[in-house]
């Protein structure tokens, strides 16, 4: 007896007998009738009971087979043998899409959604091993799916099925771990069409094996589409859930620095965010923190309610220059990947910030220098550099500078501005203070060139801005920015206490377009811009239309001035900090000055203390710097580059990768929620821990279609008999046309 | 069950018939001066035939003329007209208790009769009675009076119909009671012996007697419109079959259908009026069509 997809429905075979059981009921139920005319009924009786016996029979018996065959097509039989290749087509092709982001190593009990996926993965083999047509086994996890200079990588591709299949299907299971990436399904069922084909030459069978994580699969549009691509094209989806329900989660979503000036020996803070991907809050959640490989003090979140991120501060201080490591860990939960989170920071020993004053007094780069660097004790890791206009003359590198600052400036050289345009193109900050010596003439035709300059607008003249003896309210109104965030909060009495005097007014009409870069920071009382902020390249420049120095406003007789100031030295030397981790997956890329730097680089991946993983050479871009980059990056913790100079020293650069934090949201989908999202595909959805009972089904020709067709052949041949045997009455009027007249 | 008239007698099919007449389409010896021919010559105004004279004619139908101008001694015959002497044969055996509509087969015919002698009664002719079933249940005289419907009526109330019809000793005792030629109508289901029924017919023509046959069936009978399993039990057989009729329907009607044409044929053959009539056919309808295209046949005679 061939196998059964639902061999338990087998049960219902008993019920063949109903036609029987109903005819004999009707035998039974009879109607008495007193008649007459007998002679004439026994006549034909006796003319016809033999052929009405057979009717009779063939009647019943048709009516027996329909039964079994509608028992039989919801068992769904599968031949294994010849026949069924002879029916089907000649070559089953079985897809495994296998799930290995990291939720998959959600863990309950003594197992674990990936352990349960790779145990499905064992017994389709086990099945597949046995079956006597030929069988094609393609194995991709989704990991491997699109990699960056790797393309998709299935673990087994059109692999024939023999008898050491299973074995070797048992090995390359024993390896795999789940990954520490985030991919999902789509990319997996579209990787494989497109490695794939068509493939209407043979059958296919399409299991995708995941944990259907609700964030995933929210939006399937796509993935709807896809299995309906799949369907059109007569492939068999089976979508195998290996997880039992949602368990709750943490996660670490963020650690990075807050902002303001990062350089070694000045203390500064991280932000830690701890995200709660569970139904329930939690209270008291230890983050375990790690400078350098040390541990050092922890912090505690109070409590994070369910669904929510929280975030905490922590200072951090590195009394050395130079690359510095950073790890956060959570304790132990579902999902342990996301319970650490790793960061790189470089700090620099100090800050330069190089002040040009066009004054004859250097008034304002005096009062700027002296708030950024008060000397004494104080060290605030800023180092300005007092310069005139001439320093501009684009024979002297700006690149080491953290951020320039353009005081009271009448003019400049066109040397000294393409440096300051490149300077600021390639990451740098710019800021712009105004005064006496400053002229709208120049501005706007040498630094604003019609908004592709500079400076962020056209200027008027020097305006005096009419003493409020109302005193409605300050002359300074901000928005929310990294560089006033000394006046945040209502009711601070710093805003009050700046008087602006004298400013340059924008032209006359001007405001910021809605898709520009260009962003007015602070106004006047009257309305008039008076800090404009805007990006040129990937730089960024501020722009104060008035003075530095207590000469048109008092604000820097203020201490919110110190402040500000220092924040719009951090905000704009960010380029200085860069990016302190990548995500798992990511390709690292360094670029090498090729004077200074060996062609070899040798990268090692986490864990790996000793013996690194790759040597990669680098390779020369046109622009003639060496470019090397890693693509293995599928785990999360510490790179190390190991670039060897050309004067024979070596240095280490660090990178950190961390998991999508997302990823660990570990709410699923359960099956009616599936169906809903997957309205219209034909598709037979199964737990991997029941899947175990059915896995018979899994190979062999499912001959439902041929009992389908019979199902209607005998339907067809049941009805034809019985309006033959007379057995459907006529309506009232054709019994008078056929009785005797 | 009612005893009156009105059982049998149903004042709206009388007053449709009432217009019509039942006339004899052969001869018939009534004993009164009547509208239906007579077998013998009167003192009638229609002139027959010639004949000659013998000897004992009454000189009084000489005809003079023809004697005058052949020398040959020949009287007139007239035409006589006689009253109808109606006798009617009700089958009242267990297979005329079948009806599946408003009346049995039983009530249908008796009504038929009913009517039959109402009609006869009316147009001054006498009518009789006789009720069967396996023997001569009942024999109602000849009579021309009115309420002589009454006997009638009361003759055809017969409870407990017994078993299977056997029309020959019926008809043959008929033709010993009646030996003078008159109408005889035979209602019945005809479900007896053929043969039976075809030797009593031709008995009862070679008597003279002039022959109507209705032959009253159920729709039930001529449709078979059953289905579903179904147990039929013989009023007349002991016989009883469980069957599913559809399957036996085609088989039935076919026997059915040779059945009626035997009959027909054999009343043709007899010279005897057939008419087949089914008791969902309102009998006043059914009635008038009969006597009308009788009345035709007769005029055509």
Redesign the interface.
């Known amino acids: 007896m061939p196998p059964f997809a639902h061999e338990a429905l087998l049960w219902g075979l008993p019920i063949v007998g109903l036609p029987v059981l109903i005819h004999l009921i009707?035998?039974l139920?009879?109607?008495?009738?007193?008649?007459?005319?007998?002679?004439?009924?026994?006549?034909?009786?006796k003319?016809?009971r033999t052929w009405?016996l057979f009717?009779?029979l063939l009647l019943l018996l048709l009516r027996m087979l329909a039964v079994a065959t509608v028992v039989l097509l919801v068992a769904r039989p599968l031949l294994h043998n010849r026949l069924g290749s002879l029916l089907g087509s000649t070559q089953t092709h079985h897809i495994l899409l296998l799930d290995d982001s990291f939720s998959m190593s959600d863990r309950w009990a003594d197992t674990s959604a990936f352990a349960q996926a790779k145990m499905v993965v064992n017994r389709i083999a086990a099945v597949l091993a046995q079956e006597q047509n030929p069988q094609t086994f393609t194995l991709l996890r989704f990991s491997r799916v699109t990699q960056p200079d790797r393309g998709t990588r299935p673990d087994l591709l059109k692999e024939t099925v023999d008898t050491g299949f299973t074995t070797r299907m048992v090995e390359t299971l024993r390896a795999m771990q789940p990954s520490q990436t985030g991919n999902g399904p789509a990319e997996a069922i579209e990787a494989i069409g497109q490695l794939l084909g068509d493939g209407r030459q043979e059958r296919r069978i399409v299991y995708l094996i995941s944990d259907f994580r609700a964030r995933q699969w929210d939006d399937s549009t796509d993935l709807r589409r896809q299995l309906l691509e799949l369907n059109a094209a007569d492939a068999e989806i089976h979508l195998i859930n290996c997880v039992d329900r949602a368990h709750p989660n943490l996660a670490i979503a963020l650690l990075a620095p807050t902002e303001g000036i990062r350089v070694a020996g000045v203390p500064w803070f991280m932000e830690v965010a701890v995200q709660n991907f569970g139904t329930t809050p939690v209270r008291d959640v230890p983050v375990l923190l790690e400078e350098d490989g040390h541990a050092r003090a922890s912090v505690t979140v109070a409590e994070i309610p369910p669904g929510r991120t929280v975030r905490e501060r922590f200072p951090v201080h590195f009394p050395t220059a130079g690359q510095h490591e950073i790890t956060a860990r959570l304790e132990s939960d579902a999902v342990g990947v996301d319970n650490v989170r790793y960061g790189t920071i470089h700090l620099p020993i100090d800050v330069p910030v190089l002040l040009i004053d066009g004054g004859p007094d250097a008034r304002d780069a005096r009062y700027l220098d002296m708030v950024l660097a008060p000397g004494g004790s104080i060290r605030t890791g800023i180092t300005p550099q007092i310069e005139t206009a001439a320093y501009l003359n684009g024979t002297r590198p700006l690149d080491r500078f953290g951020a320039i600052v353009l005081a009271n400036i009448e003019r400049l050289d066109i040397a000294g501005i393409e440096s300051l345009r490149q300077y600021v193109a390639a990451g740098g900050g710019l800021a712009f203070f105004l005064g006496e010596q400053s002229r709208s003439l120049f501005f706007n035709g040498t630094l604003y060139c019609d908004g592709q300059g500079l400076f962020p607008l056209p200027l008027g003249e020097a305006t005096v801005l009419p003493v409020d003896r109302l005193e409605r309210g300050p002359d300074l109104q901000v928005a929310e920015h990294g560089v006033f965030r000394v006046f945040a909060g209502k009711r601070n009495s710093f805003l009050a206490t700046v008087i602006v005097e004298q400013y340059f007014a924008a032209a006359d009409g001007w405001e910021p377009g809605p898709d520009s870069t260009t962003r007015v920071i602070a106004r006047l009382r009257n309305g008039a811009p008076l800090v404009i902020e805007h990006r040129f390249g990937k730089g960024r420049v501020l722009s104060f239309l008035t003075t530095a120095s207590p000469v048109w406003n008092n604000w820097a007789r203020n201490p919110s001035f110190v402040v500000a100031m220092q924040d719009m030295v951090a905000y704009l030397s960010q380029r200085a900090a860069g990016d302190i981790s990548h995500r798992v997956g990511a390709r690292l890329q360094l670029e090498l000055e090729a004077k200074e730097y060996q062609p070899q680089v040798r990268f090692a991946t986490p864990g790996e203390d000793v013996t690194p993983t790759a040597t990669v050479d680098a390779v020369r871009s046109p622009e003639g710097v060496l470019v090397a980059s890693l693509s293995e990056t599928d785990v999360s913790g510490m790179y190390e580059a190991r670039l060897t100079r050309t004067n024979g020293t070596t240095e280490t650069r660090r990178f950190a990768l961390n998991v999508e934090p997302e990823e660990g949201n570990l709410a699923a989908l359960s099956g009616p929620q599936l169906a809903t999202r997957l309205d219209g595909v034909d598709y037979r959805y199964e737990q991997a821990d029941a899947f175990q009972y059915s896995v018979t089904q899994l190979g062999g020709y499912d001959v439902s279609r041929w009992l389908l067709y019979l199902l209607v052949v005998l339907l067809i041949g049941e009805q034809l008999l019985a309006y033959a045997?007379?057995?459907?009455?006529p309506a009232?009027s054709r019994?008078?046309e056929?009785?005797?007249? | 069950m009612m005893s009156d008239s009105r059982r049998f007698l149903h004042p709206e099919a009388i007053k449709r018939i009432s217009r019509l007449d039942l006339r004899a389409r052969h001869v018939v010896e009534g004993f009164l001066t009547g509208m239906h021919r007579s077998p013998y010559f009167g003192q009638s105004v229609e002139f027959l035939q010639h004949r000659e004279y013998t000897y004992g004619d009454d000189l009084r139908y000489v005809d003079w003329k023809v004697w005058a101008k052949q020398d040959r001694y020949y009287v007139k015959q007239f035409e006589e007209d006689t009253n109808l002497r109606c006798t009617l044969l009700c089958d009242v055996s267990?297979?005329?208790?079948?009806g599946s509509g408003a009346m049995s087969?039983y009530e249908y015919g008796c009504t038929l009769a009913a009517s039959l002698a109402y009609l006869v009664l009316r147009q001054q002719d006498a009518v009789g009675c006789v009720a069967f079933d396996e023997t001569t249940r009942i024999t109602v005289p000849l009579r021309t009076k009115r309420n002589h419907l009454d006997s009638i009526i009361q003759a055809m109330e017969i409870s407990g119909p017994k078993n299977k019809t056997d029309l020959y000793p019926i008809l043959r005792n008929v033709a010993e009671t009646y030996p003078r030629r008159g109408l005889m109508v035979l209602v019945s289901?005809l479900?007896a012996d053929r043969l039976s029924l075809f030797k009593g017919l031709k008995l009862l023509r070679s008597r003279g007697h002039d022959v109507l046959v209705f032959h009253v069936m159920?729709?039930d009978?001529?449709?078979?419109?059953?289905?579903?399993?179904?147990?039929?039990?013989?009023?007349?057989?002991p016989?009883h079959?469980?069957?599913?009729p559809?399957?036996?329907?085609?088989?039935?009607?076919?026997?059915?259908?040779a059945?009626?044409e035997e009959v027909r044929r054999g009343c043709v053959r007899h010279r005897a009026d057939y008419a087949?009539i089914r008791t969902s056919e309102p009998l006043d309808a059914a009635l008038a069509a009969y006597l009308s295209s009788r009345l035709g046949m007769h005029r055509r005679n």
């Open positions: 009707n035998m139920r009879h109607r008495r009738v007193e008649w007459a005319a007998m002679e004439f009924l026994l006549v034909s009786q003319r016809n009405v009717r009779q045997a007379s057995y459907h009455p009232c019994a008078a056929g009785g005797v007249r | 267990g297979s005329m208790q079948y087969k289901d479900l159920d729709d009978e001529l449709d078979f419109p059953f289905s579903g399993p179904t147990r039929f039990e013989g009023l007349e057989l016989e079959l469980r069957c599913n559809r399957a036996l329907r085609e088989g039935y009607l076919m026997a059915l259908g059945y009626l087949l």
